[in-house]
């Protein structure tokens, strides 16, 4: 199925998969995450390792106040974490934020902790809605190689959109090969890798990929062995004795 038959991919956005040589669904269900993101539930800012990726929940408690300095944006404020502590936020070319958020009203905040002198500093922490953030949480959220102008993002919606409109192919392993080695199903396999429900099922979803490409590999060696033994050679060697010295 080509890419542009999924609802919000058009011929401009389609000619950036091309970029990625990703033409239909097929190619695009192969193209597997080059990470993942795992989603944790919020921590008290007392608990939260400086120089790591955290998500903290708070409020705004400070003016949100923007300056520009160079021609840079530069949005700051101040949160006050659940559980106790302050977090200083700064977004550089946002000045929308000022607003779009909300005083006292709860936000978690999920980014690279850093400590600059006596402030805990966070800088352009992706925020969400309690309850949006809660749905994530124990996920693991794939991240896609990109190119200009095509987000992480915008591939995952693609991935999702063609599980539910382009079924996979049907398993080429008999169920007597899955059940002998302990593989997942190929469509439990390619959800797991885009999509997957923890750590342990995406080991074994990279196991049964692996497994198929060795497989299909060796096959193709061996067919390739067939076609030369039956094929007529169109320079034969005469036995002669330099011959059997070469």
């Not at 923007?66 to 106790?84: D, N, R, Y």
């Not at 063609?162 to 899955?178: A, C, N, Q, R, Y």
């Not at 999509?195 to 096959?219: M, T, Y």
């Amino acid at each position: 199925m080509e890419l542009t038959a999924l609802k919000g991919i058009g011929e401009k956005t389609a000619r950036l998969f091309e970029k990625l040589h990703i033409r239909t669904t097929a190619e695009l269900l192969q193209y597997y995450p080059r990470d993942y993101e795992y989603f944790r539930e919020p921590v008290a800012l007392a608990q939260a390792v400086v120089d790591e990726v955290v998500a903290v929940s708070g409020q705004i408690c400070s003016t949100i106040a923007t300056k520009h300095v160079q021609g840079l944006s530069i949005t700051s404020f101040e949160v006050a974490c659940e559980g106790g502590g302050a977090l200083h936020m700064t977004y550089f070319n946002m000045p929308y934020l000022k607003n779009s958020l909300k005083r006292e009203r709860w936000y978690v905040f999920r980014g690279y902790l850093q400590q600059k002198g006596s402030r805990l500093v966070m800088e352009q922490a992706k925020m969400y809605k309690p309850e949006d953030y809660g749905k994530m949480v124990g996920h693991m959220m794939p991240r896609y190689a990109t190119t200009k102008g095509l987000s992480s993002n915008s591939i995952t919606k693609a991935v999702r959109q063609s599980l539910t409109v382009d079924p996979i192919l049907e398993d080429p392993l008999p169920g007597k090969i899955l059940e002998a080695n302990g593989f997942c199903t190929l469509e439990d396999a390619v959800r797991q890798m885009h999509f997957p429900d923890g750590k342990e099922s995406l080991v074994k979803a990279r196991g049964r990929l692996v497994f198929d490409e060795f497989l299909f590999f060796i096959l193709m060696l061996r067919r390739m062995r067939e076609e030369i033994q039956v094929s007529d050679n169109p320079y034969p060697m005469i036995e002669v004795a330099q011959t059997s010295r070469l």
